[in-house]
C-alpha cells in the first residue's frame, strides 16, 4: 500500500515564525504536491515537484516556498507565517502526474 | 483552463433512497478520480475512470465517466449512514497527461 505521512497532524505557531511542514512517501513517486484545504474553497494547490529539486507553482503560491532534496521527500516552508495560513494541509504523491494522488493525513495549522 | 464543477455542493439524503451527484468540466479530458473525505480525516481514493464509458461501481456508490458530455456521475443507491463524508471528483488536465484539476466537493450527509 502506498504510505504518505506528515511530519504534525495538528500545528500551533506564532505570527511571523518560520514554520516547515514535512511529508514523506514510501511508493518511488515522481511526483508529490502540497495543497492547503478551506471550507468553502475546495482544495487548492500550492506547489508541486516533478522531480527531486524541481518545482512548479501551483494557485496559491505566495507566502509559501518548498524543498525537495530527496525523492520520498517534500517540505512546504512557511518563512513567516500570518493568520491568514491557518488552515489544513495536504501532501499528496503519484507515480505520473496524471495518475491517481495518494494522500497524506494532513496537518491542521493554527496561526496565532 | 479547465474549471471543474460539482453540484450539489451539499446533499442532505434519508437513508434508503437514491441520489447523483454530479461532475461537470469545461475542456477534454479522459481521465477522472473519485475521493471520498471523512470529517476531519483526509482524501481516499474511491474510483479510477479512464475512458469514455467507464463505470465502476463498489457497494451502493457507481461512478460513471461521458467524455463526450464532459460529466462524471456517482451514484448512490440506497443510502446508509456510514456514506456520510465529502466526495470529491478530480479531472486530469490537458487531456489525459496534466495535472489533476479538484472540484470543490460534495458534503454529503445521510439521516435516518
Known amino acids: 500500500d502506498v504510505k504518505v505521512t506528515q511530519s504534525s497532524r495538528y500545528l500551533v505557531k506564532r505570527t511571523g515564525e518560520k514554520v516547515f511542514l514535512e511529508c514523506v512517501q514510501d511508493?518511488?513517486?515522481?511526483?508529490m504536491f502540497w495543497y492547503r484545504q478551506d471550507p468553502g474553497l475546495g482544495l487548492r494547490l500550492i506547489y508541486f515537484s516533478y522531480d527531486v529539486k524541481m518545482k512548479e507553482k501551483g494557485d496559491i503560491p505566495e507566502g509559501y516556498s518548498v524543498s525537495r532534496e530527496k525523492k520520498e521527500r517534500f517540505s512546504l516552508i512557511l518563512e513567516s507565517a500570518s493568520t491568514n495560513q491557518t488552515s489544513m494541509y495536504l501532501c499528496a504523491s503519484s507515480y505520473r502526474l496524471y495518475n491517481e494522488q495518494f494522500f497524506g493525513p494532513g496537518t491542521r495549522l493554527t496561526v496565532l | 483552463e479547465l474549471k471543474v464543477e460539482q453540484n450539489p455542493l451539499f446533499l442532505s439524503m434519508q437513508e434508503g433512497k437514491n441520489y447523483t451527484i454530479y461532475c461537470n468540466y469545461s475542456t477534454t479530458s479522459d481521465r477522472l478520480y473519485w475521493y471520498r473525505q471523512d470529517p476531519g480525516k483526509s482524501l481516499e481514493s474511491l474510483f479510477v475512470?479512464?475512458?469514455?464509458?467507464a463505470v465502476k461501481q463498489e457497494g451502493r456508490l457507481m461512478a460513471s465517466l461521458d467524455t463526450k458530455a464532459r460529466l462524471s456521475t456517482l451514484h448512490i443507491t440506497a443510502a446508509v449512514h456510514d456514506l456520510s463524508a465529502t466526495y470529491f471528483c478530480?479531472?486530469?488536465?490537458?487531456?489525459?497527461?496534466?495535472?489533476?484539476?479538484f472540484g470543490k466537493g460534495t458534503k454529503l450527509s445521510v439521516k435516518p
Open positions: 511508493m518511488d513517486h515522481e511526483n
Open positions: 478530480a479531472v486530469v488536465e490537458g487531456g489525459s497527461q496534466g495535472n489533476l484539476i
Open positions: 475512470l479512464l475512458s469514455n464509458g
